[in-house]
């Protein structure tokens, strides 16, 4: 039968009443059908009556019996609204417009509504659409990369959560490969786990795909096999849950692959200048606050069960800085303060290698590149320009006195890099924590109180290089014991009383004390400053490195 307009009329009149006193009456579906009149009529009512119990608008006591019965007046009304629209004695449940329109609010309620309630008892409903999302994290030292996140202000999740994902993004059509468009179609904005001719080496490639072309956009251009490449992945557990952008907020899981991916040095010069810039808006967020900034914390968070400490393992995520580990022999170097001093490789097992250089136009530059590479605060001069990360860029003259200083360390030392070069920006090729200077920069004074807490002062000394930079004086306290104080005291007046428990004690009250009141062991502290060791062996004995007065005044300098 053909159900037009007259079909819903009769309809309409043969509904059960239900008045605002609570007040109604109950037909039988069967009575129903024959008062309507039309063939096929009850297989229709069948129809009707699945949408109206999902619409929770018949009374479900009388259901078993075969009758229907509205649960409110108000419940009647809506179904002869419903009705009266189908007989087309009025205008269409929503004009177009409801739907075409960009952002529009009410509908976004409507489809959260509905979804929310299709998750009965805490029970999750069958998702609608599925995210399938490439990540990866990239870190710098405690810190991680994150990437701000498009249409902020139309996604209420994001409003709360934060608006920075990870680098990354999700799956697109054109990501897809070797299918027809129109399957790649169904397989991304299809229901989940629909039959799709989609194989596992396709969406393997969709995925790295989808994390080259986010990057691109998001990253100032970054491109795999230029600036990095990618070295394995993991999938997290899926997340499914009532979220979306706008009038997207339906029933939707969301599938994490995360990749760790290997910088190149040109990719880290990109980092490097990208950051802080506005056009950017990247942020480095701590670890730890990582599910306060992030617009998907909560598929984030679920995946990772809000353990951080699980999120960050260096081993598999990526460092900005290691590219710059390809001197996996070297463990520091060690720059000089002047000519007659040599440039320090330290190399593994402690062994060191000496270089001297040519002139004191390279110790200065050197020092301006360790400087820059530590991050420390200085006044630049001579047009050169510290872009980031320990990136300068030299002006034509230093520029072309570092490549001929780069020469001739590559010369003097053959097996490892020692300045390296990316579209016309230098840099020490060194992670910056493995960068020190000389002990001749420091001095320090010691406080010695009897039976007391003691205080190490450190002077990391002030300096003008000649047309590159000048920096000023730092001091620093370290508030220490007694005992460590008193060992410190010993080292520096040569007294061999404590050399053996420095020896042989893995945890021995110098390197691994804190300070008072600090996170920070001594070791820790010091060489936060540039200075490699705070005392050193030689030949089994042991000696403070850097001048250090002793006085009980020294405090109140």
Request: hydrophobic letters at 35%; charged letters at 30%.
């Given at each position: 039968?053909?159900?037009?307009?007259?079909?819903?009329?009769?309809?309409?009149?043969?509904?059960?009443?239900?008045?605002?006193?609570?007040y109604?009456?109950?037909?039988?579906k069967?009575?129903?059908?024959?008062?309507?009149?039309?063939?096929?009529?009850?297989?229709?009512?069948?129809?009707?009556?699945?949408?109206?119990?999902?619409?929770?608008?018949?009374?479900?006591?009388?259901?078993?019996?075969?009758?229907?019965?509205?649960?409110?007046?108000s419940?009647?009304?809506?179904?002869?609204?419903?009705?009266?629209?189908?007989?087309?004695?009025?205008?269409?449940?929503?004009d177009?417009?409801?739907?075409?329109e960009?952002?529009?609010?009410?509908?976004?309620?409507?489809?959260?509504?509905?979804?929310?309630?299709?998750n009965?008892?805490?029970k999750?409903?069958?998702?609608?659409r599925?995210?399938?999302?490439?990540?990866?994290?990239?870190?710098?030292?405690?810190?991680v990369?994150?990437c701000?996140?498009?249409?902020?202000?139309?996604?209420?999740?994001?409003?709360?959560?934060?608006?920075?994902?990870?680098?990354?993004?999700?799956?697109?059509?054109?990501?897809?490969?070797g299918?027809?468009?129109?399957e790649?179609?169904?397989?991304?904005?299809?229901?989940?786990?629909?039959?799709?001719?989609?194989?596992?080496?396709?969406?393997?490639?969709?995925?790295?795909?989808?994390?080259?072309?986010?990057?691109?956009?998001?990253?100032?251009?970054?491109?795999?096999g230029e600036?990095?490449?990618?070295?394995?992945?993991?999938?997290l557990?899926?997340?499914?849950?009532?979220?979306?952008?706008s009038?997207?907020r339906?029933?939707?899981?969301?599938?994490?692959?995360?990749f760790?991916?290997?910088?190149k040095?040109?990719g880290?010069?990109?980092l490097?200048?990208g950051?802080?810039?506005?056009?950017h808006?990247?942020?480095?967020?701590?670890?730890?606050?990582?599910?306060k900034?992030?617009?998907?914390?909560?598929?984030?968070?679920?995946?990772?069960?809000?353990?951080?400490?699980?999120?960050?393992?260096?081993?598999?995520?990526?460092d900005?800085?290691?590219a710059?580990?390809?001197?996996?022999?070297?463990?520091?170097?060690?720059?000089?303060?002047?000519?007659?001093?040599?440039?320090t490789?330290?190399?593994?097992?402690n062994?060191?290698?000496e270089?001297?250089?040519?002139?004191?136009n390279s110790?200065?530059?050197?020092?301006?590149l360790?400087?820059?590479?530590?991050?420390?605060?200085?006044?630049?001069?001579?047009?050169n320009r510290?872009?980031?990360?320990?990136w300068?860029?030299f002006?034509?003259?230093?520029?072309?006195?570092?490549?001929?200083?780069?020469?001739?360390?590559?010369?003097?030392?053959?097996?490892?890099?020692?300045?390296?070069?990316?579209?016309?920006k230098?840099?020490?090729?060194?992670?910056?924590?493995?960068?020190?200077?000389?002990p001749?920069?420091f001095?320090?004074?010691?406080?010695?109180?009897e039976?007391?807490?003691?205080?190490?002062?450190?002077?990391?000394?002030?300096k003008?290089?000649?047309?590159l930079?000048?920096?000023?004086?730092?001091?620093?306290?370290f508030?220490?014991?007694?005992?460590?104080t008193?060992?410190?005291?010993?080292?520096?007046?040569k007294?061999?009383?404590?050399?053996?428990?420095?020896?042989?004690?893995?945890?021995?009250?110098?390197n691994?004390?804190?300070p008072?009141?600090?996170?920070?062991?001594?070791?820790?502290?010091?060489?936060?400053?540039?200075?490699?060791?705070?005392?050193a062996s030689?030949?089994?004995?042991?000696?403070?490195?850097?001048?250090?007065?002793?006085?009980?005044?020294?405090?109140?300098?």
């Amino acid at each position: 039968m053909t159900v037009d307009e007259q079909f819903w009329k009769k309809f309409l009149y043969a509904l059960p009443l239900k008045t605002p006193e609570g007040y109604g009456e109950s037909f039988k579906k069967t009575d129903l059908a024959e008062s309507i009149g039309e063939g096929e009529t009850e297989l229709i009512l069948d129809v009707l009556e699945s949408i109206f119990i999902k619409l929770g608008i018949l009374d479900t006591d009388l259901l078993f019996r075969g009758e229907w019965a509205f649960v409110s007046y108000s419940a009647r009304l809506f179904c002869c609204s419903y009705v009266a629209t189908l007989a087309g004695l009025g205008g269409p449940f929503f004009d177009a417009s409801f739907w075409r329109e960009p952002h529009n609010a009410a509908r976004s309620d409507l489809l959260g509504r509905m979804e929310g309630n299709r998750n009965e008892n805490g029970k999750h409903a069958l998702p609608l659409r599925v995210n399938r999302v490439a990540w990866t994290i990239i870190t710098r030292g405690e810190y991680v990369l994150l990437c701000p996140r498009e249409i902020l202000s139309q996604d209420r999740d994001r409003a709360v959560n934060g608006g920075y994902v990870l680098p990354g993004g999700r799956m697109d059509i054109k990501d897809l490969e070797g299918i027809s468009e129109g399957e790649a179609m169904r397989f991304v904005y299809g229901i989940p786990d629909a039959p799709s001719e989609v194989s596992e080496k396709q969406l393997d490639n969709a995925f790295c795909k989808t994390l080259e072309r986010e990057l691109r956009e998001e990253l100032d251009d970054l491109r795999h096999g230029e600036d990095y490449e990618i070295e394995g992945h993991g999938d997290l557990e899926p997340y499914i849950g009532v979220y979306g952008a706008s009038d997207r907020r339906v029933e939707t899981e969301t599938r994490i692959r995360l990749f760790t991916i290997r910088l190149k040095p040109s990719g880290i010069l990109k980092l490097a200048r990208g950051t802080g810039e506005e056009r950017h808006g990247w942020q480095w967020v701590r670890r730890n606050d990582l599910g306060k900034e992030m617009a998907s914390g909560r598929a984030f968070l679920a995946a990772f069960r809000s353990d951080w400490n699980c999120f960050y393992d260096p081993s598999k995520s990526e460092d900005v800085e290691r590219a710059f580990k390809g001197n996996g022999n070297v463990q520091a170097v060690i720059l000089p303060l002047t000519q007659e001093e040599k440039l320090t490789l330290v190399l593994r097992g402690n062994h060191k290698r000496e270089i001297a250089l040519p002139d004191e136009n390279s110790v200065r530059l050197l020092l301006y590149l360790g400087w820059s590479a530590r991050g420390f605060f200085c006044d630049e001069e001579g047009g050169n320009r510290h872009i980031g990360w320990g990136w300068v860029e030299f002006n034509d003259v230093y520029k072309d006195a570092a490549e001929n200083l780069k020469r001739y360390l590559k010369e003097a030392e053959p097996e490892h890099d020692i300045l390296l070069f990316c579209e016309g920006k230098c840099r020490l090729f060194q992670p910056s924590k493995e960068i020190y200077f000389s002990p001749a920069l420091f001095e320090g004074w010691l406080s010695i109180r009897e039976g007391e807490n003691g205080n190490l002062q450190l002077f990391r000394k002030g300096k003008r290089l000649p047309g590159l930079c000048i920096w000023k004086e730092t001091a620093k306290d370290f508030p220490l014991s007694e005992s460590a104080t008193k060992n410190l005291k010993a080292l520096n007046d040569k007294n061999d009383v404590n050399h053996e428990t420095l020896a042989n004690d893995a945890h021995d009250v110098l390197n691994n004390v804190s300070p008072v009141a600090s996170s920070q062991t001594l070791t820790e502290a010091v060489r936060s400053l540039g200075l490699r060791q705070l005392y050193a062996s030689t030949k089994g004995k042991y000696a403070i490195t850097i001048p250090l007065n002793t006085n009980e005044e020294a405090a109140k300098l």
